[in-house]
């Protein structure tokens, strides 16, 4: 889907169509108690001024002082996510969900063509949403990603095996998934600038770069080969809540209560769905954006509250607490369903009830 969250909302403010518009956080950081938070889509008017997912909202006024900014409200994405997934469903049942805002299909066995396919989709998620989408077809679930974004917003792009050289190689080697900040400036120290770079070097030699299996993966990817299947069902691996704090938390104590508030926000999610976990990690992000990460592995698999929040506070006396903290996470991973995982976490958290001190001892 085209910037997803902002084009609900102009759904419901249609006076901000052509304005740049940015969603995230809890609304306008003009205002002081809405001033943390980061940009979780913009509106590709915002996009102009070089606004991107996951900058801080600060940063996102500074560059584009006349944008409008609008709090992140799932309430209202939701119903649409759920309404557009379920048109591709009936388009073909082999279904991969990857999110709020997009998926995979497997149309190899319809009987219309790709460009049928995807004009026949679009028209029909158009029609039931108002709102556009960009479809990329292509032999794998990689290609069909990059080529997705090749002409956005409201594109069809499809790749043939022929098209790997002229369209996707000359591309950044950062829009290659799996290159993130950390490897793509690796990457460019030694002069590999694009994907076709990427595909060129001996894979020798990026795994005594990068390490063998993340390197297997890339060159494989830059390549285009991707031997992954659509996956129709999906157990989830992991579950986390995070919350970026109005003003930075200096106070460990403090720290300490709102960390044991989401071990009980993230276990009442759980005794919902029915899983239990064997590793708790926590995260922190302080107020210079510096971000660390702890995490506490268990013999077996656990659906108590108090368990996984003394976890959670385990973690949290690996972390040197010498500077504000701006945000705090915690996650639960390594999951498998529970036969009674839902009532065993629900007596633990009753009992659970109040905030658990915590020492932070020497």
Known sequence: ???????????????????????????????????????ATATYEARAFGIRSGMPLREA?????????????????????ARFKQLMRECSPLFEDR???????????????????ATGLKRAIGSATGLSCSVGIAPNKLLAKMASELDKPDG?????????ERRIWPLPVRSLPGVGPRTGERLHQHSI??????????????????GSSHAAWLHGAANGRDERPVVTEREPRSRSAERTFAEDVADRRELARRLGALCIELAAELAAEGYAGRTVGIKLRFADFVTCTRDL??????ADVRTLRRAAFECLKRVDLDRPVRLVGVRVSDLRRSAGAGDALGESLASAGGNQEFDFGP
Request: negative net charge.
């Open 1 to 39: 889907m085209d910037a997803f969250f902002a084009s609900v909302e102009l759904l419901r403010r249609p006076d901000l169509r052509g304005e740049p518009l940015v969603i995230g956080g809890r609304g306008d950081p003009r205002e002081a108690h809405h001033a943390r938070g980061v940009v």
């Open 61 to 81: 006024l500074r560059r584009c002082p006349q944008a409008h900014f609008l709090p992140v409200d799932f309430s209202a994405y939701t119903p649409v996510s």
């Open 99 to 117: 999110g709020i805002d997009e998926a995979y299909l497997d149309i190899s066995a319809l009987p219309s063509s790709s460009l049928e396919t």
């Open 156 to 164: 069809i792009s499809i790749l043939e095996a022929g098209d790997l």
């Open 193 to 210: 600038a694009t994907v076709g770079d990427l595909a060129a070097v001996s894979p020798t030699w990026l795994a005594h770069l990068i």
């Open 297 to 302: 592995s268990f013999a077996g698999w656990t």
